[in-house]
């Protein structure tokens, strides 16, 4: 049985190989349904519900006394006992960014969280178009910030409060498409700021903050407090991931706008 306090080396691996190895199942789903001609949504329909099934399978295999909090549960998974009364608890979203995967984008990831006692404490995300996996397996390291900050927002609804943050801080901004290749985006230095406001999940930002965090990012709500993982009602509708050096300036700025 798994140390109930802390995640074990173990934990952190797992995390890792689980949305490598889904991200590969989900490239090659997709190029057999682009083969067969199927239009990008079966591609993403099918990509979710393959990837989906495959981790809740291993999960239930490697570590049957957590629970598993999945974007696909259905309502009674999301609301079970177990997961509410467990310390432990996997947060996975098997495709981030359904769209960008159907239309045959590279912006979109894998993700899986472990959270113990609400906090994300191990995680990866994994972008499998780009053949990369950032982990807190082997924590990355981040790379020096330009002189002009990059705020990251969405293409279809840049939400006001990243709008807010990046004239602030005369910040450029840069679109992107899934939570999870946002916030990789910070790491891999393409962008400096992710402020989102309007509506997400716990497995949209899990494994993201997990991954940021070991990276040494900052991450909290848009009003500077904590996120808070494993939660009764799972729906966690704003946050900010911000290299340190910018992180009072944003919160600043996005708090000024308020949220639901």
């Not at 798994?2 to 691996?13: S, T």
């Not at 290749?181 to 790491?187: C, D, G, S, V």
């Not at 939660?231 to 992180?247: F, G, K, Q, T, V």
Request: charged share 20%; net charge negative.
């Amino acid at each position: 049985m798994q140390n109930q306090a802390q995640p074990a080396p173990a934990d952190h691996n797992l995390a890792a190989d689980l949305a490598t190895r889904a991200g590969a199942l989900l490239i090659s789903t997709r190029d057999q349904l682009t083969a067969e001609g199927a239009d990008k949504y079966t591609i993403k329909a099918e990509g979710d519900r393959q990837s989906h099934v495959w981790l809740m399978e291993q999960l239930a295999q490697a570590r049957p006394d957590d629970a598993v909090l999945s974007e696909e549960a259905t309502a009674d998974e999301i609301h079970n006992s177990k997961r509410l009364s467990t310390n432990r608890v996997w947060i996975v979203d098997p495709l981030d960014g359904t769209r960008e995967y159907g239309e045959g984008r590279a912006d979109w990831a894998v993700h899986v969280a472990l959270a113990i006692d609400g906090k994300p404490v191990c995680g990866a995300v994994a972008l499998p178009s780009l053949g990369l996996t950032f982990a807190t397996a082997e924590p990355p390291t981040l790379v020096p910030a330009p002189e002009t900050p990059r705020v990251i927002v969405s293409r279809s609804r840049p939400p006001a409060e990243a709008l807010a943050v990046a004239r602030a801080l005369n910040a450029q901004l840069v679109e992107m498409g899934s939570a999870g290749a946002k916030t990789m985006a910070i790491i891999r230095g393409e962008a400096d700021i992710y402020a989102h406001s309007g509506g997400q999940y716990e497995w949209d930002s899990a494994a993201p903050v997990a991954v940021a965090l070991a990276a040494g990012l900052h991450c909290s709500r848009l009003d500077g407090s904590e996120l808070l993982y494993n939660r009764e009602n799972p729906y966690l509708p704003d946050l900010i991931i911000s290299r340190p050096e910018h992180a009072e300036a944003a919160i600043a700025a996005a708090s000024g706008h308020g949220t639901a």
